[in-house]
T-cell receptor, first 111, second 111 residues
C-alpha cells in the first residue's frame, strides 16, 4: 500500500530551468494538494484539486502550474525556477473531510 | 482569512512528564482539525483527526481535544518518551476545502 508517492526526493536546478514534481496516490482520493515548507513559515498551500479536471490556487501559487488529468496524479510544474522556490515540497491527498495523507517530500534547491 | 497559531514554538521536558501542546485558530467554521508529527527531514505522519462535531480523540498516549467555539485545540501527551521528540503540527480544514497549518511546536524530550 504505497499511499502518496513523490518523485524525485531531491533536486538541484539552475535559475531559469523548468521541472515537474510528480505526485501519485493509490487511494482513489478526490482531493489532492501541494504545499511548500520553509523555515519559520510553516506549510503553505500552493495549489489544490478537488477532482480530475479541477484545480484552484492556494496561498502561494505564483511561479507554479498544476493539472489534474487523472484521479491518481497531480504534478506540480515550475516553468522558470527561481532561488525563492528553494524549499521542501509536500503533496497530500484525502477523501472528503477525512484524514489527509502526505508524501515524503521533495527537497528542491535552485541555484 | 484563517490563521492557525501554535504555542509554544519549542518545548523541552524531562522524560516521563505529561505535556500539552496548544493550537488556536481564528475562524471556527471548520470541518475538522488534524494533528501531525514530523521528524527532521521527513514527511508528515497523521496522529489524530477530530471532526468539528467531536470534542476529543484518543490514540494510545495521545489525546486531542477540540473547542470549536473558542477556536482551540490541545494535544496531550502522557508519560513522554525520548522517541516523542519531533515537531508537532496542527492543521484545520476550512469550509472552502483548504487545509491551513500552524507553524508547529518543536518538542524535545530529555532522557
Amino acid at each position: 500500500n504505497a499511499g502518496v508517492t513523490q518523485t524525485p526526493k531531491f533536486q538541484v536546478l539552475k535559475t531559469g530551468q523548468s521541472m515537474t514534481l510528480q505526485c501519485a496516490q493509490d487511494m482513489n482520493h478526490e482531493y489532492m494538494s501541494w504545499y511548500r515548507q520553509d523555515p519559520g513559515m510553516g506549510l503553505r498551500l500552493i495549489h489544490y484539486s478537488v477532482g480530475a479536471g479541477i484545480t484552484d490556487q492556494g496561498e502561494v501559487p505564483n511561479g507554479y502550474n498544476v493539472s489534474r488529468s487523472t484521479t491518481e496524479d497531480f504534478p506540480l510544474r515550475l516553468l522558470s525556477a527561481a532561488p525563492s522556490q528553494t524549499s521542501v515540497y509536500f503533496c497530500a491527498s484525502r477523501e472528503g473531510n477525512t484524514e489527509a495523507f502526505f508524501g515524503q517530500g521533495t527537497r528542491l534547491t535552485v541555484v | 482569512k484563517q490563521e492557525v497559531t501554535q504555542i509554544p514554538a519549542a518545548l523541552s521536558v524531562p522524560e516521563g512528564e505529561n505535556l500539552v501542546l496548544n493550537c488556536s485558530f481564528t475562524d471556527s467554521a471548520i470541518y475538522n482539525l488534524q494533528w501531525f508529527r514530523q521528524d527532521p527531514g521527513k514527511g508528515l505522519t497523521s496522529l489524530l483527526l477530530i471532526q468539528s462535531s467531536q470534542r476529543e480523540q484518543t490514540s494510545g498516549r495521545l489525546n486531542a481535544s477540540l473547542d470549536k467555539s473558542s477556536g482551540r485545540s490541545t494535544l496531550y501527551i502522557a508519560a513522554s518518551q525520548p522517541g516523542d521528540s519531533a515537531t508537532y503540527l496542527c492543521a484545520v480544514m476550512n469550509r472552502d476545502d483548504k487545509i491551513i497549518f500552524g507553524k508547529g511546536t518543536r518538542l524535545h524530550i530529555l532522557p
